[in-house]
């Protein structure tokens, strides 16, 4: 059983190692809320070498589609599926979460990057645009994305 991921009591558990714990956590949690509103999902993650098969889908789709490969270690990730939309979440030491949105019967297939409040931008995505988004809950959230074009 995974850790559920309480928005209304935020906690950096299994993200203490992060240099930006606190922010990292805090935009789990504004994960967890948007899918508790949105789709009534309990949002959880797995420490990552529980979630392995989550994490190579990540990193997999990354390299085939653009070549790229995060520096940092994963410390949880997860995957699930609420209207035909399979979503998998990795969430990276360095501050980084990473989603990716495959829908099971259309078109839209997409990796999405979060860069914690605090955090700088990788070098290995120094080359995406970030937009900036405001949460109460995890403070400033840098954001950017790219369409998947290939079948995973």
Do not use: C
């Not at 850790?3 to 203490?16: A, H, M, P």
């Not at 994490?55 to 940092?72: C, H, K």
């Not at 297939?109 to 070098?123: C, H, N, T, Y």
Request: glycine content about 8%; cysteine-free.
């Amino acid at each position: 059983m995974g850790y559920i991921v309480d928005f209304s009591e935020v906690s950096s558990v299994g993200l203490e190692s992060s240099p930006v714990a606190d922010a990292l956590a805090g935009l789990r949690a504004n994960e967890a809320r948007y899918f508790k509103n949105k789709y009534d999902h309990v949002f959880t993650v797995d420490p990552a070498a529980d979630a392995a098969e989550s994490v190579d889908l990540v990193t997999r789709i990354l390299s085939e589609e653009r070549g790229i490969v995060i520096a940092s270690p994963p410390l949880e990730a997860t995957s699930f599926e609420v209207e035909g939309i399979r979503w998998t979440y990795v969430f990276y030491e360095s501050g980084l979460s990473i989603n990716v949105l495959y829908t099971i019967d259309g078109p839209k297939r997409a990796v999405g990057f979060k860069l914690s409040d605090g955090m700088e931008i990788p070098d290995e995505l120094s080359s995406f645009k970030f937009a900036r988004q405001k949460s109460k809950l995890a403070g400033v959230i840098r954001g950017s994305y790219f369409v998947i074009k290939g079948e995973y």
